[in-house]
């Protein structure tokens, strides 16, 4: 069966300092993969996603980028943190279309730059 | 751009009732439109996806149903329990399924 891993689950930053959040998927090959944040009692924002290896489509611009180093692993990063970065990030994986395109989510990781 | 919209923000329900959960999307070529639950500060969990062609879906005492001409779904709880208490989102995916529009949810409280 297929599972995500998403870490660490809470990290806390100060202002300025750089980001790294890591996301792995098991069980499945060539998954699209995403990143998102959801502001607090707000949905969910996509920021990026990836179709295959190094392939990264931003749809917000912003402080943060993403990488795609292997087929299963997709990062999410930043040189320097600013306040508004704060935020709970999901990753989340689906099987490419056609018939594909459900949503799996990992646990999170809940940001507070201080 | 597609803007996906849900009602009510938040709603309160004694134990047993049958309630329904209402989104909105403004672009009707979506691909599909998944329903998820959210817990506090945990991630999201579907509940069920229903594919364009289709009109609904159901899983237990969840139905979906979709209307794409209209832009609009509905989530039907049957005999609600407690243990249903979280917030629901509603997400509609572009043609291709890669990217997915969430609406802001709907915050269910359940009361036994």
């Known amino acids: 069966s297929q599972t995500i891993h998403q870490w660490p689950a809470t990290l806390v930053q100060p202002v300025g300092s750089p980001l790294s959040l890591e996301c792995t998927v098991e069980?499945?090959?060539?998954?699209?993969l995403y990143w998102y944040r959801q502001a607090a009692g707000r949905g969910l924002q996509l920021l990026f996603y990836?179709?295959?290896?190094?392939?990264i489509s931003s749809e917000v611009p912003q402080n943060l980028s993403a990488s795609r180093p292997q087929d299963r692993q997709f990062i999410l990063s930043s040189k320097k943190l600013l306040l508004s970065d704060s935020g709970f990030y999901l990753c989340?994986?689906?099987?490419?279309?056609?018939?594909?395109?459900?949503?799996?989510f990992g646990s999170g990781t809940q940001l507070s730059v201080l | 751009k597609q803007e996906v919209t849900q009602i009510p923000a938040a709603l309160s329900v004694p134990e047993g009732e049958n309630l329904v959960l209402n989104c909105s999307f403004t672009?009707?070529?979506?691909?599909?439109l998944q329903w998820f639950r959210q817990d506090p500060g945990k991630g999201l969990t579907s509940l069920l996806l229903?594919?364009?062609?289709?009109r609904e879906q159901t899983s237990g005492r969840l139905n979906a149903s979709l209307d794409k001409s209209s832009g609009r779904s509905t989530l039907y709880i049957a005999a609600s329990q407690p243990g249903d208490s979280a917030t629901y989102l509603c997400?509609?995916?572009?043609?291709?399924?890669?990217?997915?529009?969430f609406g802001a949810g709907t915050r269910l409280f359940v009361k036994a």
């Open positions: 989340a994986w689906s099987v490419p279309a056609p018939g594909g395109g459900k949503l799996f």
């Open positions: 069980g499945t090959s060539n998954p699209n």
């Open positions: 229903i594919q364009s062609s289709q």
């Open positions: 997400a509609a995916a572009n043609t291709g399924g890669f990217k997915t529009i």
């Open positions: 990836s179709v295959g290896i190094g392939q």
């Open positions: 672009d009707s070529a979506i691909y599909n």
